[in-house]
């Protein structure tokens, strides 16, 4: 698993990444009542705004760390938003993409390195 700064992970299998918010972006959230996921089909390339998720507290866009074509966007979460606090690096996730340049991983941060970064906000 590797993270951003702006606190999305992503997972990959094969050419298939998986992405979603880290457990510290979901706590600083708050109680999430709303995620708009990706439809199958968009493209996206990294940086872009892909999905959107509400909180109590605040709406923020969640960017792509990676570029590609979204295959599935996480259903659940239209009907049970608070997976995302539940366990937002694992059934959590919001989209499935398709990866056109795995070499963009090189350059995100590992579970160690993004903990240090933690410390640092």
Not at 72 to 77: C, R
Not at 97 to 103: E, F, L, P, R, T
């Amino acid at each position: 698993m590797k993270f951003t700064k702006d606190h999305e992970w992503v997972r990959l299998d094969g050419d298939v990444a998986t992405v979603g918010i880290s457990k510290h972006a979901a706590d600083a959230l708050g109680d999430v009542v709303f995620v708009e996921t990706p439809e199958a089909g968009k493209t996206v390339s990294v940086g872009d705004s892909f999905a959107v998720v509400e909180s109590v507290k605040a709406a923020s866009d969640v960017y792509a760390p990676i570029a590609g074509e979204v295959i599935e966007g996480n259903a659940v979460l239209a009907t049970a938003p608070e997976t995302v606090n539940a366990d937002a690096e694992g059934e959590g996730w919001f989209a499935k993409i398709k990866v056109s340049d795995a070499s963009v991983l090189d350059g995100l941060m590992d579970r160690a390195a993004y903990d240090a970064y933690l410390t640092t906000l």
